[in-house]
């Protein structure tokens, strides 16, 4: 068996998924959602959507489609479309219970190591793999950087619409770029880190003074990543409260607009 250790943030979590593989051979499908990339374009960036307790392909499908709609109008993403790919994992239920345990603790998933080998093999890029959980209550994403593959789980149930879970996934979108819990009372605390929750004021000064204006949006708040003492930018973020947000704030996009453009 073969393990590997993957830090994930679902409000405020650091913890572990396992990947596990198998002797046996397993193939599948990848095929892209949208316009299908030329063989002479090279996407910097592939958003993968992967389907779980789906009643059939009809119905998985729908839901990547409104994310990306959301996704492509978000900034900065919005600046960046062209440098994505979006793609769906073609599993029948019988297939994703070979690929997929799931557990009763958190993460509450376990994924297959050949399962995502493959789809680096195939696309042979950076990949946000976001596994959709028709029937799941826990959202949870690796905290990972813009350049390195990740995974992203979505509980589905937890949404109470689709503006809601739009939101939801661009949250934990975001921490699989990089971007920390920016909420007080978050269910765990985590440790501070740029670009958007410093643990003193002189060090937020550092990472975002030069966005601190009279009137302005961007100053030094209190609290993120669970601690009091920590120091945000922003009273209200993707980052924070998504339900009471609309988008990740002047220092997040900042970050992932560079990120981006590396």
């Known amino acids: 068996m073969f393990k590997r250790i993957i830090r994930l943030t679902g409000g405020g979590f650091f913890l572990f998924i396992l ?16 316009k299908k990339p030329l063989p002479k374009e090279k996407s910097a960036f592939n958003l993968v959507f992967c389907p779980l307790n789906y009643p059939d392909k009809e119905a998985f499908q729908k839901d990547p489609r409104s994310l990306i709609v959301r996704f492509k109008e ?76 990740s995974l992203i789980i979505i509980g589905r149930k ?25 909420c007080v009372n978050c269910r765990q605390r985590s440790s501070s880190g740029y670009p958007n929750c410093a643990s003193s ?20 708040i209190s609290g993120c990543c669970g601690n009091e003492g920590y120091i945000r930018p922003t009273i209200a973020s993707l980052m924070n409260d998504f339900r009471r947000a609309d988008d990740f704030g002047p220092v997040n996009e900042r970050y992932l607009r560079e990120a981006l453009k590396k």
């Open 19 to 34: 990947l596990f593989c198998f002797a046996s051979g397993f193939s599948y499908e990848i095929e892209p959602l949208g």
């Open 74 to 149: 978000t900034k900065p993403f919005d600046e960046f479309n062209a440098s994505f790919a979006f793609w769906q994992v073609d599993l029948t239920g019988a297939e994703a219970a070979q690929v997929f345990k799931l557990t009763q603790d958190f993460p509450p998933l376990k994924v297959r190591n050949d399962f995502l080998a493959g789809i680096s093999d195939k696309l042979k890029g950076v990949y946000k793999l976001v596994i959709i959980d028709a029937k799941g209550f826990v959202s949870c994403a690796e905290l990972s950087e813009a350049g390195k593959d």
């Open 158 to 182: 937890s949404y109470i619409d689709d503006n809601d879970f739009a939101k939801g996934f661009l949250h934990e979108l975001g921490h699989s770029f990089g971007l920390r819990d920016e």
């Open 201 to 220: 004021a002189e060090e937020a000064q550092k990472w975002w003074g030069d966005l601190v204006v009279e009137g302005g949006r961007v100053g030094y």
